[in-house]
């Protein structure tokens, strides 16, 4: 059982059932812009090469943490290499939507727009960064339980170490360990992402016992 199979099967047990609580989602549509999204400090969409991207995050609920958020938009350089390319452009939008919504039918939480208004031009490079504090916090144990570190060689060492593990555990098939390794990462998505019905808990419980 090799990479392909067991990311499979990982994704498999974590096939998403919104919580009547609320899900966050991020939306962004950008036109000849070269630009980068991050959520306190996690890339949710990297720099599109040719200028123009779009598509919806529902994953967001992971990386609220409670209190004030940062969202960061990085605005590295216009795309013009088309002699009738449009005119740079981005919008990107965070919503706060509920079990049966789709994404662009939630309460917006806080967006960005650039240009503002007609017949204004982009300043690139340019980077802005948005703070919320949202309504509702996603159950979720991971900002209660990171630590803040100093990345010094023995932190780096260590993290190395992890990562090697679970490249190791992907490629040789090693269902156990790759598990292991992601616990607390289904355990976690559980709480912030699925309804928390019993069904759901005895599915995530059935996927653990390869």
């Not at 999204?37 to 090469?49: C, D, R, V, Y």
């Not at 982009?122 to 803040?148: M, N």
Request: proline share 4%; glycine share 6%.
């Amino acid at each position: 059982m090799k990479l392909k199979t067991i990311i499979l099967i990982f994704f498999c047990l974590l096939i998403p059932v919104f919580a009547e609580d609320g899900y966050y989602s991020l939306s962004y549509k950008m036109n000849s812009v070269v630009a980068s999204i991050e959520l306190n400090g996690i890339i949710q969409t990297e720099a599109s090469k040719d200028g123009f991207k779009s598509g919806v995050s529902t994953g967001l609920n992971l990386w609220i943490m409670p209190g004030e958020n940062t969202l960061k938009i990085k605005l590295i350089k216009a795309y013009q290499k088309e002699k009738n390319a449009s005119e740079p452009k981005i919008a990107v939008n965070v919503r706060l939507g509920q079990a049966g919504q789709s994404s662009d039918e939630g309460k917006e939480i806080t967006g960005f727009i650039a240009p503002e208004s007609e017949g204004e031009k982009i300043s690139f490079p340019l980077e802005k960064e948005i703070k919320f504090t949202p309504e509702f916090v996603p159950p979720s144990e991971l900002w209660d339980k990171a630590e803040t570190i100093v990345l010094d060689e023995s932190s780096k060492k260590e993290i190395i170490e992890l990562i090697q593990s679970l490249h190791r555990a992907a490629n040789t098939g090693n269902t156990k360990k790759f598990l292991s390794l992601n616990e607390f990462k289904m355990n976690d998505l559980s709480k912030v992402m699925f309804a928390n019905s019993d069904a759901d808990k005895q599915r995530n419980e059935k996927g653990m016992n390869f």
